[in-house]
């Protein structure tokens, strides 16, 4: 066997499902009388285009046709040099036209099929692969309607995507990190099996010279900056609309980037919004992270606020939607992956309690937590009927789980006897965290379905969508708690949050395990921040003793540091700058009439006072090239301060880490910031 047909036999090995595809290519090679002529492929990069066209070529060649390969990237959309390329396929009779990228040449397809394609020989068939779908002409056209078909090439599915890299060699203990990459792009599957393999137990993560190639591969070349941060954008979010993009990029960048977007082969346009391709997603945004931490965790605080406002912003029965669309950016992060499904449950309805409920919710309260628990939600049922929510399936009138927030803005003695768990959540709030005045608390009392315990299902996912809903559009809640019975599977999610356990309460013999958090330690908005950060250490959001000063002075160092790098962040955006955290901390004067212009000086003066050094002179130039000058990159600050990318980040990570210790020794500065002189601005 040559090396010809030892490679194409390779190629034919590995080219793993696609029986659709194949078998219509094989139909209209065969000759037969109600064949179609002319088979369009199309898809995003890297998702096999290529091989079925060598496939193609491969099958023709087997019946002795001839075959004439033409590849898009060399026409530069040129008439006459797509005729002089496909000339054999007119002259041959039963030639086979194999057009290539065709994405490269799209402005000929008119062309091609009114004018080139009477041309082609008798029996000629053609094979056309682009990114682009085909225009609807092909389909209007009552002629072309019978002899055309376009095929849209799907990613791979699991077990595909797992006999591609069986094909490849991957050990079978290997593949599940490659799959879940690869989104079932046969590219990224390919590059992924090119990459050495880890330490026995060890994760996998692509290389940067396959984040590189797939970029190439899969993106393509981008008309400008301004769509890169587009795709940024798209790679992070669950679903991207007008109103999320404006929010990042700026209503000018918005009004040129969204119909580009909506036009690339490997996004989707749908009623929810544009989703990427999961290969593309999953590409960008493992490439930017490997590219630029910074910036990736500056678009995913972007994205997370975009998400807090849309929350915020949403009617009653859109805000669920929104707040599963927000904890899209976290299924990576810890053990959470597995406890949230972030689709939409249309099947379930969310409602408000109906009177006619109450027979059931208390049966349902009976039957799964016992005679205890049915008492408590009885009592609730009576003075707060307006917290409960009910789940019922589409189109039945039947409760089948049900949940309960609380707000409560003062210890009642008929509270305390009626609930063991009310009765404990205000003593920890007695001893540790006051309320002051226009404060209250919420809890999510209860979360009960069927089978008890909770278990991770569609009924719980909207239970957690609606308990953080309420969190992110209440006004005035000073602290919060949630109870769950199953702490072992969902303790670990909510520690990662940064929501300690805080009280363990027996109710009729079971363990009612308490969560809380104060949010006047970290604000809702500070911790949306916060959460979004690619590397996440919680924040201590419930005190350890009690206070009387009040929050102020008690910013955990965590919390602290954190505050440190919003506000850097921050330093040119006002409104952001003004919800910094360390606006409660020992840097701001208590009583003080403008307590950010307060903060500004006090980062001024650390800034300033660093420069005892040469260590400090390098950490103050690359914290005041990086957010006091504005330097739109972390690479542009580097050009700024001449030095490798490389020796910039270790000075930048050095420096923020030597600012937050001046900031920690230093106290309150006077109202007015005063840049010294040393301090360059743009």
């Not at 090995?13 to 002319?38: H, K, M, Q, T, Y």
């Not at 995507?161 to 079932?184: I, K, N, Y």
């Not at 400090?616 to 301060?641: D, F, N």
Request: proline fraction near 8%.
């Amino acid at each position: 066997m040559g090396l010809a047909d030892r490679l194409a036999a390779a190629r034919d090995g590995a080219l793993v499902g696609r029986e659709r595809e194949r078998a219509v290519l094989d139909r209209i090679l065969s000759g037969a009388a109600d064949a179609p002529l002319v088979a369009y492929l199309h898809g995003p990069g890297g998702i096999g285009k290529s091989s079925l066209v060598r496939y193609a070529a491969r099958q023709a060649e087997l019946a002795g046709r001839r075959v004439v390969h033409v590849d898009g990237r060399f026409l530069d959309a040129d008439p006459r040099r797509l005729e002089e390329a496909a000339a054999p396929a007119c002259a041959e009779p039963g030639a086979v036209l194999l057009i290539d990228t065709f994405e490269q040449c799209q402005p000929l397809e008119a062309w091609l099929r009114e004018t080139f394609l009477l041309r082609l020989a008798d029996h000629a068939i053609v094979v056309v692969a682009g990114r682009v779908a085909p225009d609807a002409e092909w389909s209007l056209d009552p002629g072309w309607a019978q002899l055309f078909t376009a095929l849209a090439v799907q990613p791979l599915d699991a077990a595909q995507s797992h006999a591609l890299l069986a094909v490849r060699g991957v050990p079978a203990e290997q593949r599940g990190a490659f799959v879940t990459f690869a989104g079932g792009s046969p590219l990224a599957l390919s590059l992924a099996a090119s990459v050495p393999a880890a330490a026995p137990g060890a994760p996998w993560y692509p290389t940067g010279d396959v984040l590189t190639t797939l970029v190439e591969r899969l993106v393509g070349d981008l008309p400008g900056a301004v769509h890169r941060r587009a795709l940024e954008v798209v790679a992070q979010a669950y679903v991207t609309r007008e109103p999320l993009l404006r929010a990042v990029l700026g209503d000018e960048d918005t009004d040129t980037v969204f119909p580009w977007l909506r036009q690339l082969p490997y996004i989707e346009a749908t009623p929810e919004g544009l989703h990427p391709h999961d290969a593309v997603r999953a590409t960008l945004e493992a490439d930017l992270r490997w590219r630029d931490p910074e910036r990736y965790d500056d678009v995913r605080v972007r994205v997370s606020l975009a998400g807090l406002r849309a929350v915020r912003g949403a009617a009653e029965e859109g805000a669920l939607p929104r707040v599963a669309e927000w904890m899209f950016l976290f299924r990576d992060q810890g053990g959470s992956g597995n406890l949230y499904s972030h689709r939409t449950h249309r099947h379930i309805e969310d409602t408000p309690l109906r009177p006619e409920d109450v027979p059931g919710v208390l049966h349902m309260a009976q039957e799964e937590e016992g005679p205890a628990s049915a008492a408590a939600v009885a009592h609730w049922l009576r003075r707060q009927p307006e917290a409960f929510r009910v789940h019922r399936y589409a189109g039945s009138r039947t409760p089948v789980s049900f949940m309960a927030v609380l707000r409560l803005d003062a210890p009642l003695p008929e509270d305390r006897a009626a609930d063991p768990v009310i009765a404990a959540v205000w003593d920890l709030v007695e001893a540790a965290a006051p309320l002051g005045p226009g404060e209250h608390l919420g809890i999510r009392r209860f979360a009960v379905q069927p089978g008890g315990r909770q278990r991770p299902s569609p009924l719980m996912e909207l239970t957690s969508r609606r308990t953080i809903a309420e969190e992110m559009r209440a006004r005035g809640r000073a602290v919060t708690f949630t109870v769950f019975e199953d702490a072992d599977r969902w303790g670990g999610y909510l520690a990662e949050s940064g929501m300690p356990e805080v009280a363990v309460v027996d109710v009729d013999g079971r363990q009612q395990h308490v969560f809380g958090r104060d949010w006047r330690l970290q604000t809702v908005d500070q911790w949306v921040r916060h959460r979004a950060r690619a590397t996440v250490t919680p924040v201590a959001t419930w005190p350890p003793t009690a206070s009387a000063s009040g929050p102020r002075d008690q910013l955990p160092r965590a919390a602290f540091a954190e505050g440190v790098l919003e506000a850097l962040r921050t330093w040119h955006t006002p409104r952001a700058f003004a919800t910094s955290a360390l606006l409660h901390s020992h840097l701001v004067p208590p009583g003080s009439p403008d307590p950010a212009a307060n903060l500004r000086g006090a980062i001024t003066a650390a800034l300033a006072a660093l420069q005892t050094d040469p260590e400090g002179v390098r950490a103050q130039e690359a914290l005041t090239a990086t957010y006091i000058g504005a330097s739109r990159t972390h690479k542009a600050a580097a050009r700024r301060l001449g030095v490798p990318y490389g020796t910039y980040r270790r000075h930048l990570a050095l420096a923020k880490e030597r600012l937050t210790e001046q900031l920690l020794r230093q106290t309150a500065t006077p109202s007015t910031p005063i840049l010294p002189q040393s301090l360059p601005q743009e």
